[in-house]
């Protein structure tokens, strides 16, 4: 194994109603490589202050004392925008910022001592890879940088330094300084890394160690967020906005700094645990490891433990969320694998199914497209397109279709979907009964208010005989006719239905239940716009207004 490759070692189906709502440890300098020492103390190798704003230079007043010879490198870095300036955090646990693939790490080296020091050459290092994790990309307009002087490829199994001008070797001195720029490519993993850079000064020679102030670079492949012109499984879905439920917006509700960079053209490099929170290291934030020791096998078991220990086992109940956030991130993590064919035991299936619904029900819809879209073409080749499961996996793809506001194309999704679900499980099998009520709200969605009011009678009718009408399918599919009605003007006959809708979600679901705070919500709209204030106060248990 190659010394610059050094690895880390390893550390049932349910049918909701879419339309009704490293840790790595601390890299130490190898025998016989000086890290940085600065006025006569051991400070680590990169020596930072937070957020710092321009150059940053230690002056020792120069010196041949023996420990200005033993370690004669000053070195000070900073990051600046590669050729697009963006905000990159990752889904970890907490999420935290990473730096992307392609910023420059603009590293400034001068001599401790008064002799001029040589410098011979400088090599990356790769100490970890990892399978990218799901990550928010939020891009920022402008940030020009200046020509790169080296590229530095990490993906390859021994990364070389590219000189884009001048090589190896240089001098520096007190007064004379060298400033180097790094751009780092890493497009299919997550890469820990640092440099290494040999010198010889007064007939010594030696080899200092560049890092994060004593952790190693990171550096997240941007490449993997998108496959092609689309966004990948891994991507959260923002652009100019943030996504509901990605992890910029959990961070930033933790108090914490969503981005790298201070102004918009450079920022110092910042230290990781103070940007991005504490580092936790559980199933969806595990050290990082060679790309060749993952197993998609080891994965998808992994993934089973999980969701086995889930306190909460409902996606709807956002009680549960923070739990299928992680299960939800180490499945897109396993299906942007291009090796992973997989789809047994049944068991996964139903799981999977499962945290389609969460990523509908948090508001993830454009993660739960993408994957959705890889469930079902896998399942319709493995399983064939009538299987049980390909129904319910497919029938979570048009809900994020919904979501997504992709309205035509969930409803031409469905219209297949309805009778196929009708020849294989029959017109009274929950799963063809949600089908059938989310096809009416894909129609009423693109305007056929009533086709989608005379669809729900019926598809209403069906639930209350073959479910019960307390069910909460059947409750759903209740809440959508109210809603057509609505639309429709038909306010008398819309509250008629909300209000019995929403005595039986209390009573079935209990008051606190999403679904009853949805109807709650539905019925007091419909009052206030009637008009009837106190009536919708006693819905909401507010006290009257005062005079």
Known sequence: MSEHDRPEAKGGIDEGDEAGRRTLDNAAPAPGKDGNH?????????????TVHGGVTFHHGGGDTPSDLEDPVIASVQLRPGGTLADLVVDADPPRVMVPSGTIHIITLEARTSRAVVLDAARPVVLARRPPR???????????????RFLTDLDVRVPQMQAQGADFPFSISATDVEQFWFEPIARTHEISWQLELDWTCAGRRGTTIINNNGEPFEVYPVAALYDGREPSVLSSGCSLGHARGCPSLLLKDSGAPTSLWTSATSSSLPSYPAVGGPRTADASTAPPNRSEDDDPEDLQRRILALHACLAVSDPELPASWPEYRKLASLVRVLFNRPDYRGHEPQEFRALL?????YLYVSGQHEPGVTLGRMIRASWSETLGEDHPDTLAATNRLAGCLLGLRKYAEARDLLVDLLPRCERALGWEDPLTLTVASNLCGGLSALGAHEEARQRCEDVLRRSRIALGPDDPRTLRAASNLAL?????????AALAVMEETLLRYRRVLGEDHPDTEHAK??????LRELGENDRAQAVTGDPPAGP
């Open 134 to 148: 799901p990550a928010c990309l939020s891009l920022r307009i402008g940030a020009k940088v200046e020509p790169r």
């Open 353 to 357: 199914v499962q945290v389609l619904r």
């Open 521 to 526: 919500r539905d019925l007091v709209a419909l």
């Open 38 to 50: 600065i006025t006569g103390g051991h400070l680590g190798n990169v020596v930072m202050a937070d």
């Open 484 to 492: 057509f009605l609505r639309r429709l003007d038909d306010h008398q």
